[in-house]
């Protein structure tokens, strides 16, 4: 897995290449957190090259959100592709995150 | 695949991504269900491997997991085995309720249990035993009973 940190206005854009794994997931947990304690509190990660997340990814997922909004921020998902949805909605973690179809519809309104 | 496939993995969970890659390819494709290989079985099999590696041989570089996956007329059987002292599946909470939501952990076996067909545990609880039939009726989230 690689990624790649922008800036679109006051979001960061984490660009997610890759599986996000057990193997590799802290290395994404790091990344955000480093920009969480920059300052930064808007968040989107794009998984538009991403063919798996495993339960471990998903898990640093639910803890980076829980951290960023305790800061009073807030990460948004996008181009889950069919099957990360599956694996969203079945542990019900659809319900958690705002996940848009394309970045740009993440970045709307934030 | 002709035949049983056995692997004996280190505990190190980044060869779990190869070992998976090497069983998907040896195993047989299934023409009505493609998913259900590409994403059920895949998935169920990469969480019984981490799940051995973290909770049953609890990281340790000594210790070994072993995988035995045989495809026979249609059904896929995989086989786990960590050398833990095994742990009871059915103190798990289920991740969907609300209170664990939040929680970063206990996904995995759920996924397992959602995502194949049968998924058992040894008396011990170190050795788990995932059956998937390529050309069942069950849709995509049709697994065992949680």
Same mark, same amino acid.
């Given at each position: 897995?690689?990624?790649?940190v922008?800036?679109?206005?006051?979001?960061?854009?984490?660009?997610?290449?890759?599986?996000?794994?057990?193997?590799? +997931?802290?290395e994404?947990?790091?990344?955000? !957190?480093?920009? *969480?304690?920059?300052?930064d509190?808007? @968040?989107? $990660?794009?998984?538009?090259?991403t063919?798996?997340?495993?339960?471990?990814?998903?898990?640093?997922?639910?803890?980076?959100?829980k951290?960023?909004?305790?800061?009073?921020?807030?990460?948004?998902?996008? +181009?889950?592709?069919?099957?990360?949805?599956? !694996?969203?909605? *079945?542990?019900?973690?659809?319900?958690l @995150?705002? $996940?848009?179809?394309?970045?740009?519809?993440?970045?709307?309104?934030? | 695949?002709?035949?049983?496939l056995?692997?004996?993995?280190?505990t190190?969970?980044?060869?779990?991504?190869h070992?998976?890659?090497?069983?998907?390819?040896?195993?047989?494709r299934?023409?009505?269900?493609?998913?259900?290989?590409s994403?059920n079985?895949?998935?169920?099999?990469?969480?019984?491997?981490?799940?051995?590696?973290l909770?049953?041989?609890?990281?340790?570089?000594?210790?070994?997991?072993?995988?035995?996956?045989?495809a026979?007329?249609?059904?896929?059987?995989?086989?786990?085995?960590?050398q833990g002292?095994?742990?009871?599946?059915?103190?798990?909470?289920?991740?969907?309720?609300?209170?664990?939501l939040?929680?970063?952990?206990?996904?995995?076996?759920?996924?397992?249990?959602?995502?194949?067909?049968?998924?058992?545990?040894?008396?011990?609880?170190?050795?788990?035993?995932?059956?998937?039939?390529?050309?069942s009726?069950?849709?995509?989230?049709?697994g065992?009973?949680?």
């Amino acid at each position: 897995m690689s990624f790649q940190v922008s800036k679109s206005g006051e979001v960061t854009v984490v660009e997610v290449e890759g599986q996000l794994i057990v193997g590799n +997931r802290q290395e994404l947990k790091q990344k955000v !957190l480093e920009q *969480l304690e920059n300052g930064d509190r808007k @968040f989107v $990660i794009d998984f538009s090259n991403t063919g798996y997340i495993d339960s471990s990814g998903l898990g640093v997922l639910v803890s980076l959100s829980k951290k960023i909004r305790e800061q009073g921020g807030e990460l948004r998902l996008s +181009r889950l592709n069919e099957d990360l949805r599956t !694996l969203f909605e *079945l542990t019900k973690l659809d319900t958690l @995150f705002k $996940i848009a179809d394309t970045k740009e519809q993440a970045l709307e309104g934030f | 695949m002709d035949s049983e496939l056995v692997l004996e993995l280190p505990t190190d969970v980044r060869s779990i991504e190869h070992a998976v890659e090497y069983v998907m390819r040896q195993c047989p494709r299934s023409e009505c269900h493609p998913h259900r290989m590409s994403l059920n079985f895949r998935v169920g099999l990469t969480e019984a491997l981490a799940n051995a590696m973290l909770y049953g041989n609890g990281y340790d570089p000594t210790k070994r997991v072993r995988m035995e996956v045989l495809a026979d007329e249609g059904v896929i059987t995989a086989r786990i085995t960590d050398q833990g002292s095994g742990f009871d599946p059915a103190a798990v909470p289920d991740p969907t309720a609300p209170e664990n939501l939040l929680k970063p952990g206990g996904r995995g076996l759920f996924l397992m249990r959602k995502l194949l067909d049968e998924v058992s545990f040894n008396a011990e609880g170190n050795c788990v035993t995932l059956v998937l039939r390529l050309e069942s009726e069950t849709s995509l989230e049709g697994g065992a009973p949680a």
